[in-house]
């Protein structure tokens, strides 16, 4: 069962996604009441390597609000849950080709957190203005054929 907290939006105006990894992350119990509470920020979150491992970055997780003295801080690096193998080979897809690793969407599978990482490389601005334009024509071709009916 899947529940999904958070999609980035940002993430898919952004950048191309080629490929698509899920990975765990390593949590405290206040960081998960607040997601279950369902808030989270991650447009500006990325991912990035410290010592062989995948860390995520920039993640705003606010404080839960009945939270202690223990509060978690909102936005410190979180350390992924991926395969050793796994993470070696995005972080030489990023080195070598130029590519960025961005979470796509924070969701709960069963009682896990799990988020859904994207190697994606970066759009240009006239590819945003393209994709906007296509987005805008199926848009109007699927609004028509609804009027017709």
Do not use: C
């Not at 404080?63 to 936005?75: A, D, F, L, R, S």
């Not at 193998?85 to 080709?97: G, S």
Request: aromatic share 8%; glycine share 6%.
């Amino acid at each position: 069962m899947i529940k999904i907290i958070s999609n980035n939006k940002k993430a898919f105006h952004d950048y191309e996604i080629l490929e698509k990894v899920e990975a765990g992350l390593v949590l405290v119990g206040t960081e998960v009441k607040a997601l279950r509470a369902g808030s989270v920020r991650m447009s500006e979150a990325y991912v990035w390597p410290v010592g062989g491992e995948l860390f995520l970055q920039n993640m705003f997780i606010p404080e839960y609000k009945q939270g202690n003295i223990n509060n978690h801080v909102p936005t410190r690096d979180r350390k992924l849950l991926i395969k050793k193998r796994e993470a070696e080979r995005l972080m030489a897809k990023v080195k070598e080709k130029g590519l960025n690793i961005v979470p796509l969407k924070i969701y709960f599978k069963n009682s896990w957190v799990k988020i859904e990482l994207g190697l994606g490389k970066g759009k240009k601005l006239y590819d945003k203005r393209d994709s906007l334009r296509k987005k805008e024509m199926d848009r109007d071709k699927e609004r028509a054929l609804r009027d017709r009916s």
